[in-house]
C-alpha cells in the first residue's frame, strides 16, 4: 500500500528559485529517503533521513523530518533546469519488514 | 561502471504469452528488488530477494514469478502475460534490506496487448 503522499502533485517555478515539496506518511518509520527521477531513466538516491534526525543537507537539497507529524520537506535552492524531474518519498515502515513504500510523486518543471 | 542493468528496454507481448525480464547487478550488493510503476502511482514491490538464495513478495507478486540465479542477477517471469501487467518494470538493489539506498535501472517499458 501507498505509504508516503507527496505534496503538490506538480510544481512549476522559475530558474534560480527555491522548491519545496512535502512527503506525508501513516505509521512509524525507521528511515525515510528521497528519490528523483528523470523522464524515461529510472529512480536515483538522493537522501536519507533517520528518524531520530530533524534536518539533512546535501548540496542544494536540504530535508526536514517531523515524526509528531509524520512528515518530511525537500527543499531544492537555486534550482536549475536539470532539476526538472518527479522526486518521490519513499519510507521504511517498521511494520511493514522495513520494504520501501513510494508516494506518487512531485513532478517539478523548472522554467529557463 | 554499469550499476544494474535491465533487459529488454521495451517489450510488446500478446496476452497469454510469457516472458522472462532480466537484471543484474555489479555492485555486490545482497538484496534485489522488483518494481511496477504505474502513471499517477508510486512504485509497488513486486518481489524482493534480501539475500542470495531467498525470495520474498511484495506488496503485487500475483501473476508473477522470480528467480535469484546467483548474487548479481534477478529475474522476473510473467507465466501468461494479461493487459493488466502492461506497466514499467524497475530492478533495484541495495548493500542490505534495511536502512540502505537502492540502486535502480532504467526500467523495461512493458505493453500487452
Known amino acids: 500500500s501507498q505509504q508516503g503522499e507527496e505534496d503538490p502533485q506538480a510544481l512549476s517555478i522559475q530558474e534560480g528559485e527555491n522548491a519545496t515539496m512535502n512527503c506525508s506518511y501513516k505509521t512509524s518509520i525507521n528511515n525515510l529517503q528521497w528519490y528523483r527521477q528523470n523522464s524515461g531513466r529510472g529512480l536515483v538516491h538522493l537522501i536519507l533521513?533517520?528518524?531520530?534526525?530533524r534536518e539533512k543537507h546535501s548540496g542544494r537539497l536540504r530535508v526536514t523530518l517531523d515524526t509528531s507529524k509524520k512528515s518530511s520537506s525537500l527543499l531544492i535552492t537555486a534550482s536549475r533546469a536539470a532539476d526538472t524531474a518527479s522526486y518521490f518519498c519513499a519510507t521504511d515502515e517498521v511494520s511493514n519488514d522495513y520494504k520501501l513504500s513510494f508516494g506518487a510523486g512531485t513532478t517539478v518543471t523548472v522554467r529557463a | 561502471n554499469a550499476g544494474v542493468t535491465q533487459t529488454p528496454k521495451f517489450q510488446v507481448l500478446k496476452t497469454g504469452q510469457s516472458m522472462t525480464l532480466q537484471c543484474a547487478q555489479d555492485?555486490?550488493?545482497?538484496?534485489m528488488y522488483w518494481y511496477r510503476q504505474d502513471p499517477g502511482m508510486g512504485l509497488r514491490l513486486i518481489y524482493y530477494?534480501?539475500?542470495?538464495?531467498?525470495?520474498d513478495k511484495g506488496e503485487v507478486p500475483n501473476g508473477y514469478n522470480v528467480s535469484r540465479l546467483n548474487k548479481r542477477e534477478f529475474s522476473l517471469r510473467l507465466e501468461s502475460a494479461a493487459p493488466s501487467q502492461t506497466s514499467v518494470y524497475f530492478c533495484a538493489s541495495s548493500e542490505v534490506a534495511y536502512n540502505q539506498p537502492q540502486h535502480f535501472g532504467d526500467g523495461t517499458r512493458l505493453s500487452i496487448l
Open positions: 530477494s534480501a539475500s542470495e538464495g531467498t525470495t
Open positions: 555492485m555486490n550488493h545482497n538484496s
Open positions: 533521513i533517520r528518524s531520530n534526525e
